[in-house]
Every structure is written in structure tokens, then in C-alpha cells.
């Protein structure tokens, strides 16, 4: 396997790249999230992950090996292609999508195209104890003590999902003072998915 390419950029769009290594071009696919953080950099030093088919050879590169370590983990789940896996990463980013996993928030996966809530269940079956390992910590389990981490995590995400920050604001504000006992990040973002509709 190819662990990882140095060299120049000599093509580069939001979904792949050229690296000239040595003269040698490489077609590097690649996730939006890869590409914000490359997007202003000539000389590149990529990790990479070799694809093989009956059909194609793909390589896929990550900014850095926990991204790729990541996707790794995404295409082990039945049904998770290294496209699909690519358009994960494209939509949130690895920390968003491990905290996605870690508090079974099957809503935000579920938001990600071509993921449906089956599937967004499934990952999450298959990779939650292996992402918490992996992590080295254990975000899952919340005292009440710690109620504006939980305020903070319930911002986080349902920004990712795409609701205005000012609004979310107030909800989760109207939402903790309704419900001083929630001291779970799932339960106070069902809480206010449920009071938005």
C-alpha cells in the first residue's frame, strides 16, 4: 500500500488532485475537507489510501492519518463505499462525524447525501466503540455537572445541521431552563428539534 505522496501540486480542484512526484503524476481523490486545508499550498506531503477494483485503482488522500484512519473505518461498514465514505468526510468534518458516532447522532449522519437512517444507524452500530478506543476517551457519558459542555455540543451539532447560530441560541437557552434535569447532548438537541417544529 501506498502510505502517503510528497511532492508538487500540479492540478487541483475541490475533489481531486495531480502530485508530481519525481515526474510521476498522481490522480489523488480527494474529501472537501482535505481540500480547504491544502487549497493555498503548492509542495504537499499527502496520506493516501489505495483502492483496488476488478475495474480501477483509486487513491484517495487525507490531510493527516486521522482522516484517513477515519475513512478507513467508514468503508468497513457494509454498504459504505469509498465514495460515500469520501462524501462523508466532504460534509462534516472527522471530529464532527466522530462526535456524530460517540452520541448516536444518527440525525446529523442521516443529513449527509446518499445516507439514509438505516444506514446512519448502522454506522454507528458498527463503529461507535471502535471511534471511542480509537479517541482514547470516552465523550459518551455527561454529568449534569458539566451543563454548558452539553449547551456547547448541542450548538456544535445542530450548527452542522444547518440551523441558523442566533436561533439555536435561544432555543437551547428556552430548552435548559425548561429542563434543568437533561444532562445528555442527545436528549437536549431532540428537545429542541422537537420545540422548532
Known amino acids: 500500500m501506498i502510505a502517503y505522496l510528497q511532492g508538487i501540486i500540479s492540478h487541483k480542484t475541490p475533489t481531486y488532485i495531480y502530485v508530481d512526484c519525481n ?23 499527502i496520506f493516501t489510501y489505495l483502492s483496488i477494483k476488478e475495474d480501477e485503482h483509486s487513491i484517495y488522500g487525507f490531510c493527516d492519518d486521522e482522516e484517513r484512519a477515519l475513512f478507513i473505518l467508514l468503508i468497513s461498514v457494509s454498504g459504505i463505499g469509498v465514495n460515500t465514505a469520501r462524501v462523508i468526510l466532504s460534509y462534516m468534518t472527522p471530529e464532527e462525524v466522530r462526535t456524530a458516532i460517540i ?6 449522519l442521516g443529513k449527509v447525501k446518499g445516507i439514509g437512517p438505516k444506514t ?22 455527561l454529568s449534569s455537572t458539566e451543563n454548558n459542555s452539553i449547551k456547547q455540543e448541542a450548538l456544535s451539532a445542530l450548527i452542522t445541521l444547518g440551523f441558523p447560530k ?8 428556552f430548552i435548559a ?18 420545540n422548532m417544529n
Open 23 to 45: 515526474g510521476v503524476g498522481y490522480h489523488v481523490n480527494i474529501s472537501l475537507n482535505t481540500y480547504s486545508k491544502l487549497e493555498k499550498l503548492e509542495k504537499i506531503k
Open 103 to 108: 452520541h448516536e447522532n444518527a440525525v446529523a
Open 120 to 141: 446512519a444507524k448502522r454506522i454507528i452500530l458498527d463503529l461507535k466503540d471502535k471511534v471511542i478506543k480509537e479517541s482514547g476517551k470516552d465523550h459518551v457519558v
Open 177 to 194: 431552563d425548561k429542563h434543568p434535569e437533561i444532562d445528555q447532548v442527545e436528549d437536549l438537541i431532540k428537545h429542541v428539534l422537537k
Open 166 to 173: 442566533p436561533v439555536i441560541e435561544k432555543q437551547i437557552k
